[in-house]
């Protein structure tokens, strides 16, 4: 807010810093990115854009940033196609995509990965969602979970066999997570029906949201003895 401030009441957070802000993507550095008009100078501390009109206005959580299409715009000018994916993902599972403004203006890089032509590669690394859900179960004081279970046929990414709890990482690419949507959906519907408590998190709900992931998983093992009792 100190960097948006310092460069007038127009200023708007952006690009790296707007996207870290809104949750697209994790983002460490020195430089807050702020756009404002071209008149203003830079400041200590602040990466300063200055393009010719200024872009739409959204304040999230008090600050004045770009629009998340914006953002993601703006990001395409310096991320790599599978970088971008990723942060195009998030966009989704947070509810901040706009597909048909980003279409329309992104550009070929964008349009490219909307349209299912990305280079592959943006998958989260499975190791990298199990540190962190193992992490949360820890800090949490949960039972540790077996890992890779396989029940009914499927594999199970965390299961706590004790309360038949089935917990899924959900860290596929945008395109893989459409194409899956509705086996995910016969996967869960079956382990319910079959009396396991089925969740699936996103990438995006364990790395920022780790004690709604807590709280929910807790209050699955509290139901627990209610599901089994109705099998």
């Not at 942060?87 to 349009?111: F, H, Q, T, V, Y």
């Not at 949360?136 to 965390?158: C, N, Q, S, T, W």
């Amino acid at each position: 807010m100190s960097g948006v401030l310092a460069c007038g009441p127009e200023a708007l957070l952006s690009h790296l810093s707007g996207g870290a802000h809104r949750r697209i993507l994790l983002a460490d550095g020195y430089d807050v990115d702020v756009t404002a008009p071209r008149g203003r100078h830079p400041q200590p501390g602040v990466a300063l854009h200055r393009p010719r009109v200024l872009p739409a206005r959204e304040v999230w959580r008090g600050i004045p940033t770009t629009t998340p299409t914006q953002i993601l715009i703006d990001l395409a000018r310096t991320f790599t196609d599978t970088h971008l994916e990723r942060a195009i993902g998030e966009a989704e599972l947070l509810g901040l995509l706009d597909e048909e403004e980003l279409l329309r203006r992104g550009g070929p890089k964008i349009n490219r990965i909307l349209q299912g032509h990305e280079t592959g590669g943006a998958t989260i690394p499975k190791n990298v969602m199990e540190r962190a859900f193992r992490t949360i179960v820890r800090k949490a004081g949960l039972p540790e979970p077996d890992m890779h279970a396989h029940i009914l046929g499927y594999e199970i990414d965390f299961y706590w066999p004790q309360f038949r709890l089935a917990v899924e990482a959900d860290g596929r690419t945008i395109h893989e997570r459409r194409a899956a949507f509705g086996k995910d959906r016969v996967k869960d519907r079956e382990l319910q029906l079959a009396g396991y408590i089925p969740l699936r998190f996103t990438y995006a709900e364990i790395m920022y949201q780790p004690e709604m992931v807590a709280a929910s998983i807790l209050r699955a093992i509290q139901l627990a003895p209610v599901a089994v009792a109705a099998r």
